[in-house]
T-cell receptor, first 111, second 116 residues
């Protein structure tokens, strides 16, 4: 079946550090890939997405590239801020099917 | 605003009682999803409604859990004979349900259920 694996957290970084959160997936066919973010006390919201191989999703300085050959969709940001502290969820969806979410990675950015 | 709303925001109940959780999706969204998020855990898929199609119930953890969606809009998740392990945040999301892969989910704020 379809599944998503994320690096275990928590991840703790200093402000302005480089961030990578790894995400790999298992799916038949060609799913769409998503990163969702959950800020403290708030609901989940879409951060970025990519719908086909080699697509790059980007938003708020975050980027992720759909790599079909490595079945990965790693999240990166060049310089994190304290306000980026949140839980990040990688997800996939095949057309007509439900979403499959990873377990989430908690990021804490220290000033 | 016209986002996804859920009620109640918090529910405390006694073990063995039944509870109903409500979700109002964004108007015009044909797809509706229920998830469960336990403390420190990821999202656990429960059930998925898409238009008039039969729902995907593959994520419901036991027959104590059921959900319905009336008129293609509001959905109710019912948990019968609640157990302490049912304590979690129950999240609802909706999407346009458009064909293809560009469907974005919009999440509600969740209902925090505590079973004593």
């Amino acid at each position: 079946g379809n599944s998503v694996t994320q690096m275990e957290g928590p991840v703790t970084l200093s402000e302005e550090a480089f961030l990578t959160i790894n995400c790999t997936y298992t799916a038949t066919g060609y799913p769409s890939l998503f990163w969702y973010v959950q800020y403290p006390g708030e609901g989940l919201q879409l951060l970025l997405k990519a719908t086909k191989a080699d697509d790059k999703g980007s938003n708020k300085g975050f980027e992720a590239t759909y790599r079909k050959e490595t079945t990965s969709f790693h999240l990166e940001k060049g310089s994190v801020q304290v306000s980026d502290s949140a839980v990040y969820f990688c997800a996939l969806r095949r057309e007509g099917q439900n979403f499959v979410f990873g377990p989430g990675t908690r990021l804490s950015v220290l000033p | 605003g016209a986002g996804v709303s859920q009620s109640p925001s918090n529910k405390v109940t006694e073990k063995g009682k039944d509870v109903e959780l409500r979700c109002d999706p964004i108007s015009g969204h044909t797809a509706l999803y229920w998830y469960r998020q336990s403390l420190g855990q990821g999202l656990e898929f429960l059930i998925y409604f898409q238009g008039n199609s039969a729902p995907d119930k593959s994520g419901l953890p036991s027959d104590r859990f059921s959900a319905e969606r009336t008129g293609g809009s509001v959905s109710t998740l019912t948990i019968q004979r609640t157990q302490q392990e049912d304590s979690a945040v129950y999240l609802c999301a909706s999407s346009l349900g458009s064909p293809g892969m560009r469907d974005e989910q919009f999440f509600g704020p969740g209902t925090r259920l505590t079973v004593l």
